[in-house]
């Protein structure tokens, strides 16, 4: 090293000074070696002498604390000389860490876990590669504005499990099913839903007729032709009570009974025999499908010539804009309006059988396979507030929840008509709203219909 610009003073102390630095660094090279071997022969006497842990002591620790754990029992072995050579110390997340390993070895005291153990480090191996349960949920396309697009359909959550086979890592994905969206009712699709009314219901069509003077006390679109769903099923039983057939009569279900255009399906197996009182019953209490296609088949004449009769029958009691294509309802060819429908109730109302059948809560029955107990499908049947004479439910998707009844509201005899509501229980809310609309408004008549207008 040249020196330049100093006195001979200057030079001669700048020479001494780096002679004592030179001292200085030999004198902590020295130091550090024999810390090394130091450190190295503790190391190894502690392999020798340390106790090893049992298994069934070892904690499971969570993937992240044992690769943590692990991370510092590695830098324990690896860096024996940087600890002893007085280098700075490790930090205290690191300090804590490797507590648990110093542990897992049997150490007395976190300071001994300074020094390598591999049995620690293998623990903490073993628990950081355990097998690990990962759930991807796929989430809805979004919009450009940050929400989910309603437009397209929605997908379960898949879930993918990670984790070791015979030495190797297997991945094991659930493919997800699309969640196709319901399909709207034919009343959705031609807009009768925005029809506003002063009761804000739910259902696209209403309507409540006086029973005794036949005046309309509320109706909301009563000349829009709908599918009316399983409110077939009284048209139904009007017919089978017409033809005077014994209630007595077994009827047993057969293939040819089976719901081959929805494919829904019911507790009547086939080859259960019931009787043709007990048939008409679970097809106006229960809405049983089966049911009600046995009467049809059982009918003099079979199926085509019932429904025959059930048109017939539709257009004697002055339903002139009806038809009906099965015993069901299933199928959505059988179609009404409110104010046909209103008079369907009211001719109904005429059988003692339909009345007592359609009002009953439950019914057990015994099929020759076992018994079964079925229940009314109208949860107001059970409701003390209301007396209600006779009563239909029914849904497909096209023509929405449906629900006809007669009732006496307030002393007086109604018939109240409901049809394509969107929830599953908003044909009884607006049940319930009529009802009180009628209670309070009881000479006031209210219609209101659809703008049609282009």
Same mark, same amino acid.
């Given at each position: 090293?040249?020196?330049?610009?100093?006195?001979?003073?200057?030079?001669?102390?700048?020479?001494?000074?780096?002679?004592?630095?030179?001292?200085?660094?030999?004198?902590?090279?020295?130091?550090?070696?024999?810390?090394?071997?130091?450190?190295?022969?503790?190391?190894?006497?502690?392999?020798?002498?340390?106790?090893?842990?049992?298994?069934?002591?070892?904690?499971?620790?969570?993937?992240?604390?044992?690769?943590?754990?692990?991370?510092?029992?590695?830098?324990?072995?690896?860096?024996?000389?940087?600890?002893?050579?007085?280098?700075?110390?490790?930090?205290?997340?690191?300090?804590?860490?490797?507590?648990?390993?110093?542990?897992?070895?049997?150490?007395?005291?976190?300071?001994?876990?300074?020094?390598? #153990?591999?049995?620690?480090?293998?623990?903490?191996?073993?628990?950081?590669?355990?097998? +690990?349960?990962?759930?991807?949920?796929?989430?809805?396309?979004?919009?450009?504005?940050?929400?989910?697009?309603r437009a397209a359909p929605t997908r379960a959550s898949r879930v993918v499990v990670a984790g070791q086979r015979n030495g190797r890592m297997v991945k094991a994905s659930f493919a997800p099913r699309a969640v196709e969206p319901a399909r709207p009712s034919i009343g959705q699709a031609i807009g009768l839903h925005l029809t506003e009314d002063p009761l804000d219901l739910r259902s696209s069509v209403a309507m409540v007729i006086d029973q005794q003077t036949g005046e309309t006390l509320y109706s909301k679109n009563p000349e829009a032709v709908l599918p009316i769903a399983s409110i077939t099923?009284?048209?139904?039983?009007?017919?089978?009570?017409?033809?005077?057939?014994?209630? &007595?009569?077994?009827?047993?279900?057969?293939?040819?009974?089976?719901?081959?255009?929805? &494919?829904?399906?019911?507790? !009547?197996?086939?080859?259960?025999?019931?009787?043709?009182?007990? !048939?008409?019953? !679970?097809?106006?209490?229960?809405?049983?499908?089966?049911?009600?296609?046995?009467?049809?088949?059982?009918?003099?004449?079979?199926?085509?010539?019932?429904?025959?009769?059930?048109?017939?029958?539709? $257009?004697?009691?002055?339903?002139?804009?009806?038809?009906?294509?099965?015993?069901?309802?299933?199928?959505?060819? #059988?179609?009404? #309006?409110?104010?046909?429908?209103?008079?369907?109730?009211?001719?109904?109302?005429?059988?003692?059988?339909?009345? +007592?059948?359609?009002?009953?809560?439950?019914?057990?029955?015994?099929?020759?396979?076992?018994?079964?107990?079925?229940?009314?499908?109208?949860?107001?049947?059970?409701?003390?507030?209301?007396?209600?004479?006779?009563?239909?439910?029914?849904?497909?998707?096209?023509?929405?929840?449906?629900?006809?009844?007669?009732?006496? *509201?307030?002393?007086?005899? *109604?018939?109240?008509?409901?049809?394509?509501?969107?929830?599953? $229980?908003?044909?009884?809310?607006?049940?319930?709203? !009529?009802?009180?609309? *009628?209670?309070? #408004?009881?000479?006031?008549?209210?219609?209101?219909?659809?703008?049609?207008?282009?």
């Open positions: 090293m040249a020196v330049t610009g100093l006195g001979a003073r200057g030079r001669i102390g700048f020479a001494l000074l780096a002679s004592a630095v030179v001292a200085v660094c030999t004198t902590a090279q020295a130091t550090e070696r024999a810390a090394s071997r130091a450190a190295d022969s503790r190391g190894a006497s502690a392999v020798k002498t340390a106790a090893p842990a049992p298994r069934a002591a070892e904690p499971r620790a969570k993937p992240a604390a044992a690769a943590r754990s692990a991370a510092s029992a590695r830098e324990s072995v690896s860096t024996p000389r940087a600890a002893a050579s007085g280098a700075r110390a490790p930090a205290p997340a690191a300090r804590a860490a490797a507590v648990p390993a110093a542990r897992a070895a049997g150490s007395s005291s976190p300071r001994d876990a300074a020094a390598p #153990n591999p049995r620690a480090a293998a623990a903490a191996a073993r628990a950081a590669a355990a097998p +690990t349960r990962v759930k991807a949920v796929e989430r809805a396309p979004q919009a450009a504005d940050g929400r989910a697009s099923k009284v048209m139904t039983a009007m017919v089978v009570l017409d033809a005077g057939l014994s209630m &007595h009569e077994m009827v047993e279900i057969t293939e040819a009974d089976r719901d081959t255009e929805r &494919h829904t399906g019911s507790r !009547l197996q086939i080859g259960a025999r019931l009787s043709r009182g007990e !048939l008409m019953q !679970l097809s106006l209490m229960s809405s049983e499908n089966r049911a009600a296609a046995a009467l049809g088949r059982a009918y003099p004449g079979g199926s085509s010539a019932f429904v025959a009769a059930m048109n017939a029958k539709a $257009q004697s009691v002055g339903m002139v804009d009806s038809r009906f294509a099965d015993p069901t309802g299933l199928s959505s060819g #059988n179609m009404s #309006n409110a104010r046909d429908l209103a008079r369907l109730v009211r001719a109904a109302y005429g059988y003692p059988e339909i009345r +007592t059948y359609s009002t009953a809560t439950d019914l057990t029955v015994d099929t020759g396979y076992r018994q079964l107990t079925f229940r009314t499908t109208n949860r107001l049947v059970d409701d003390p507030a209301w007396s209600i004479g006779m009563q239909k439910t029914g849904f497909i998707s096209e023509a929405g929840k449906c629900l006809v009844m007669q009732a006496r *509201v307030d002393g007086r005899s *109604v018939i109240m008509v409901l049809l394509d509501a969107r929830e599953g $229980q908003a044909r009884f809310a607006d049940a319930q709203r !009529l009802r009180r609309w *009628v209670a309070e #408004n009881p000479r006031i008549e209210t219609t209101v219909r659809a703008d049609t207008r282009s």
